[in-house]
C-alpha cells in the first residue's frame, strides 16, 4: 500500500468516531476538509491565503472545549475575511462536532500522518482517494456527485481535451471530469512546461470553469481542483436557471448530470430552452448541445429514459440529432452507480456547422448485454473498456473507420432513416441476452424495480410538463 492509499485508509478510519455524534458521511468528508485544508496550506506554505491567528498550528495548541469554541469561530472567520479561493471553501461553514473530545481526536490524528509522503505522491491524489472512497460507500449517498474514476478517464481518453480550449462540466460535482481533462493535458506537456507562458496561464486560470447546484459538494470540489493547481471558474448555481444560460460556450463538455426531476418540481427557469420539460437529464441535455461552440464535442452520461422517452425527448433527441453528430452510443453496464439496477449511457457528440442534417448515423456499442453487474464484487476497472475504445478509434468525432460487427457482435451502425422509423427511440439492443435464457443470474428484484420506476416517472413527468404548459396557456 503507497502512503496515499495508507492515508486515505487512515482517514476514513476516523469515521467509525464519529458515529456517536450522529454524524453522515458527507458531512464527515466536509468536517475532514476544513481540517485537511488547514493541515495541507501549512505543509505546502500557503497559509498567507488565511488570516493570521486563524491557522493550523492556532487550532492544534488549544484542547478541549477552547478548542472547539475556537474551531467554530475560525470556520466563520475563513468564510468571510480570507482570498476568494478560501472564502468560497468555507462559505457558510458550521462543524457538526458537538463533542471536544472527537475534534482533537482528528486533529490530533490528521497531524500525525506521513505528510512527507503524501506531498511526495500529490495531495490532489489523497483528496481525490478520499472523495472516491466516500462514494463507493452507499450509506454515504455520495454516489451522486462521484462518476466512476475509470468511466472518467475512458471518456476523457476519447475525447482527447487539448491545451487552450475551453472545457466545461455543467454538473461539476467534485470535480472529477476537470481534474482528468487536467491531468490528460499535463500529461502530454510536460506538466504545462512546454507551453507558453500565456497558455500556462490560461490553463490554470480560464481552461476549466462549470457549475454546481450543491454547495457542501461545491466546497469539495473546489477544494479538489486548489489541489490540483487549478484555479477554474467553477460557479455554485442552477445550470437549469439564468446562471446556466451565461456559462461561455465550450469546446468541450464532459459531464455526468444528476439523475431526477428538476429541484422541487417544475420546468427549469430558463428562456433559451426550446422544448420545456421537467426531466432534468433532457433539459441537461438541451443546455449542453446548445453550449457547444461549432464543432466543439460532447460526451455526456444519461439514464435510459433519455434515449425512448416520447413527447418533449423525442423532439429533444431530432433536434440534438439535427444540431450535432450523434456519432457514438456506449450503453454502460448495471451496478456503477450509487442507484443500484439505474441504466445508463455514453453520448458522444460533435456540434455542426449548421443546426440540421448532422447526423448520418448511429453507432451503438452494447457494453450492457451478457457483462457482470458491477459493483464491490466485481469492481469496475479501466480494462473493462478496452474492446470498446478499440472499436470507438482513435478520432474523438466518430471517424470512417469502423466495423459493423453485425447480430453477434457488441458494435452496430444505425442510419438516421432507421432511427427515424424507430419514432427517434434510440434504446436500441440487439444481442441476446443470455441470463434470460439460461435461467441463472436473473436480474435482481432491485434491478427490474429500478427499470420499472424509470419508465414510469418518465410517464409522470410528461404527464407534469404537459398539465405546466397547458396550465400557462
Known amino acids: 500500500m503507497n502512503a496515499t492509499s495508507d492515508i486515505v485508509q487512515k482517514l476514513w478510519n476516523l469515521c467509525h468516531v464519529l458515529r456517536d455524534e450522529g454524524i453522515s458521511y458527507l458531512q464527515y468528508v466536509t468536517e475532514l476538509t476544513y481540517l485537511l485544508f488547514l493541515k495541507m496550506m501549512a505543509e505546502t506554505g500557503g497559509e498567507s491565503q488565511l488570516p493570521e491567528g486563524y491557522r493550523w498550528g492556532d487550532l492544534v495548541v488549544r484542547e478541549g472545549i477552547e478548542q472547539l469554541t475556537f474551531y467554530r469561530s475560525l470556520l466563520l472567520d475563513l468564510g468571510l475575511h480570507s482570498s476568494p479561493q478560501v472564502k468560497a471553501i468555507f462559505a457558510n461553514a458550521q462543524t457538526a462536532l458537538k463533542q471536544p473530545k472527537i475534534l482533537q481526536k482528528l486533529v490530533k490524528s490528521i497531524d500525525g500522518l506521513d505528510w512527507y509522503s503524501a506531498k511526495a505522491e500529490g495531495l490532489g491524489d489523497l483528496y481525490e482517494g478520499l472523495l472516491e472512497k466516500n462514494a463507493s460507500e452507499k450509506k454515504s449517498g455520495a454516489g451522486q456527485y462521484f462518476t466512476p474514476r475509470p468511466l472518467i478517464d ?40 512546454n507551453l507558453p507562458e500565456a497558455e500556462q496561464n490560461f490553463q490554470r486560470r480560464d481552461a476549466f470553469y462549470g457549475m454546481e447546484l450543491v454547495q457542501d459538494a461545491h466546497r469539495l470540489l473546489l477544494m479538489n481542483m486548489m489541489l490540483h493547481a487549478i484555479e477554474g471558474n467553477v460557479q455554485l448555481g442552477d445550470t437549469l436557471s439564468g446562471d446556466g444560460q451565461r456559462l461561455a460556450k465550450a469546446d468541450l463538455i464532459l459531464t455526468n448530470p444528476p439523475f431526477g426531476t428538476k429541484k422541487g418540481g ?5 428562456d433559451d430552452f426550446t422544448y420545456a420539460t421537467s426531466n432534468k437529464q433532457l433539459a441537461f441535455l438541451q443546455h449542453i448541445y446548445r453550449g457547444l461552440k461549432v464543432e466543439g464535442r460532447a460526451a455526456v452520461v444519461l439514464p435510459d429514459n433519455v434515449l425512448f422517452e416520447d413527447g418533449q425527448g423525442r423532439q429533444i433527441r431530432s433536434d440534438l440529432m439535427g444540431k450535432c453528430n450523434l456519432h457514438t452510443i456506449l450503453r454502460l453496464p448495471t451496478g456503477i452507480f450509487y442507484a443500484q439496477g439505474v441504466k445508463t449511457n455514453v453520448l458522444f457528440f460533435q456540434r455542426g456547422n449548421t443546426d440540421k442534417g448532422n447526423t448520418e448515423a448511429v453507432w451503438i456499442y452494447d457494453m450492457r448485454t ?70 441463472d443470474d436473473l436480474p435482481e428484484p432491485d434491478e427490474i424495480a429500478a427499470e420499472i420506476m ?15 404548459l397547458l396550465e400557462a396557456e
Not at 417544475?266 to 430558463?270: T, V
Not at 444505425?414 to 441470463?435: A, C, H, M, P, V
Not at 424509470?454 to 405546466?468: D, P, Y
Request: net charge neutral; charged share 30%.
Open 154 to 193: 475512458s471518456m476523457v481518453a476519447l475525447m482527447k481535451p487539448q491545451a487552450g480550449e475551453h472545457i466545461q462540466d455543467p454538473a461539476a460535482g467534485t470535480g472529477g471530469f476537470l481534474i482528468a481533462a487536467d491531468r490528460y493535458i499535463k500529461e502530454r506537456t510536460d506538466n504545462l512546461f
Open 266 to 270: 417544475g420546468l427549469p427557469s430558463r
Open 370 to 439: 451478457n457483462m457482470p453487474s458491477f459493483g464491490k464484487r466485481t469492481p469496475l476497472s479501466r480494462v473493462h473498456f478496452k474492446n470498446f475504445e478499440a472499436a470507438y478509434g482513435d478520432d474523438p468525432n466518430g471517424g470512417s473507420l469502423r466495423v459493423d460487427e453485425g447480430e453477434n457482435g457488441r458494435f452496430r451502425r444505425f442510419s438516421r432513416e432507421q432511427i427515424t422509423k424507430r419514432g427517434e427511440n434510440l434504446d436500441i439492443s440487439w444481442l441476446r441476452d443470455e441470463s434470460l435464457h439460461s435461467g
Open 454 to 468: 424509470l419508465r414510469l416517472r418518465a410517464a409522470m413527468e410528461e404527464m407534469e410538463a404537459l398539465s405546466e
